[in-house]
């Protein structure tokens, strides 16, 4: 019997070992750090005294943190493959989940959360996919789907889990809690499961070639990776990814390919935005959150995808990063930068329009846009 398994474990493509890996500890690392901020802020204001604002502050410096290491953090995976990061930064959350569990000051909350953003920047989604783009050259939509489906459930696996606690003991005691078991869970298995990619991966007879890799400048210096970058800060702002999305993702893309697909994604948000604007004179949110939503689960899908198209896999990880410092970003500036444009535009409703035009303009980019440097 045993031999039977190890067998059979041998024929299963390392590359899949690598997606089942992360789909656990994505959920698990997007459920205990990136969702629990939010469900501990309620005990956190009313034990330490600070405002919501002022807590909330500390989350921000995370995002904006974790934005401003991403690419330091995809050229190490290129270079050294995700093992060592991504146990490190599981540590690192560890230690800082800890450290949190005993903050008593809005200084130390901010410097635990500052920390707390190199620890995301090396164990989200961008290292995460960084690490599975690697290990396929065919099946990449799946593999990045598996993961994205699993990952999808962390809030509503975890939210409930860390609802419970908070009922049943203090919030510092919780967050130590949520600490022992993300060691438990995620350390190992990063230790011991991940592995660099191939350094030349095998192309089976008469496949066709994968086409040229651009290092991070080149991309840099293209038309179609500030497209890419605007669109992905977008996306940014507009929030949560959704399960149906991405199970329609995969399908469609193969049939039309994934730059027709991520402009249609675009579009698509647009639309969503504008019904948004006119929320007031619609007789009903269905078609506003039925289009939003499969956008959003597609979004995710569709930036990580594509960047490999265009850009290839050698240098996937450093171009990724510096694309998702718009994304990133945007999350870390949108409670106060959303707040000015609300004031400065002087309500949601053209707030809701500007951002429809941003998308719907980075959609039609996309689709014709080049890969051709610019001066």
């Given at each position: ?264 994604v675009f579009v698509v948000q647009a639309i969503a935005l504008a019904l948004l604007a006119t929320v007031k004179h619609l007789p009903t949110l269905i078609p506003m959150i039925v289009l939003m939503g499969a956008a959003n689960g597609m979004g995710t899908l569709a930036r990580a995808s594509i960047v490999a198209e265009i850009f ?64």
């Amino acid at each position: 019997m045993g031999r039977a398994l190890l067998l059979s474990s041998r024929r299963v493509p390392y590359g899949w070992v690598i997606v089942g890996t992360l789909s656990v500890t994505e959920t698990i690392t997007w459920g205990i750090v990136y969702y629990g901020f939010a469900v501990f802020l309620t005990p956190m204001e009313r034990d330490l005294g600070f405002s919501r604002v002022a807590l909330t502050g500390a989350f921000s410096v995370g995002l904006a943190v974790s934005a401003l290491v991403g690419v330091s953090v995809g050229k190490w995976i290129d270079r050294h493959g995700a093992r060592a990061l991504m146990t490190v930064g599981s540590i690192a959350a560890v230690l800082l989940m800890v450290a949190w569990s005993r903050v008593e000051t809005l200084l130390q909350l901010y410097v635990v959360w500052a920390l707390m953003g190199l620890a995301m920047a090396a164990t989200l989604y961008e290292p995460a996919f960084a690490a599975i783009i690697g290990w396929f050259s065919k099946n990449r939509d799946k593999a990045l789907l598996t993961l994205t489906l699993a990952a999808g459930l962390a809030s509503t696996i975890f939210v409930p889990i860390e609802t419970w606690l908070l009922a049943r003991m203090d919030w510092r005691t919780a967050l130590v809690t949520l600490a022992v078991f993300l060691a438990v869970s995620t350390i190992p298995l990063h230790a011991l499961l991940l592995r660099p990619p191939p350094a030349a991966p095998a192309a089976g007879p008469g496949a066709a070639p994968e086409g040229r890799s651009f290092a991070l400048d080149e991309a840099l210096r293209t038309v179609v990776f500030w497209v890419l970058a605007t669109a992905a800060m977008t996306i940014g702002w507009i929030g949560a990814m959704q399960l149906v999305g991405r199970l329609m993702f995969g399908p469609i893309a193969s049939r039309f390919g994934h730059r027709p697909m991520t402009a249609a994604v675009f579009v698509v948000q647009a639309i969503a935005l504008a019904l948004l604007a006119t929320v007031k004179h619609l007789p009903t949110l269905i078609p506003m959150i039925v289009l939003m939503g499969a956008a959003n689960g597609m979004g995710t899908l569709a930036r990580a995808s594509i960047v490999a198209e265009i850009f290839g896999r050698r240098n996937y990880g450093a171009i990724s990063g510096a694309m998702a410092f718009g994304s990133n970003g945007a999350r870390a500036a949108g409670p106060v930068g959303a707040s000015l444009l609300l004031l400065a535009l002087g309500g949601y409703e053209p707030l809701f329009w500007l951002f429809a035009a941003v998308v719907l303009a980075a959609g039609i980019a996309v689709l014709f846009a080049r890969e051709e440097a610019h001066d």
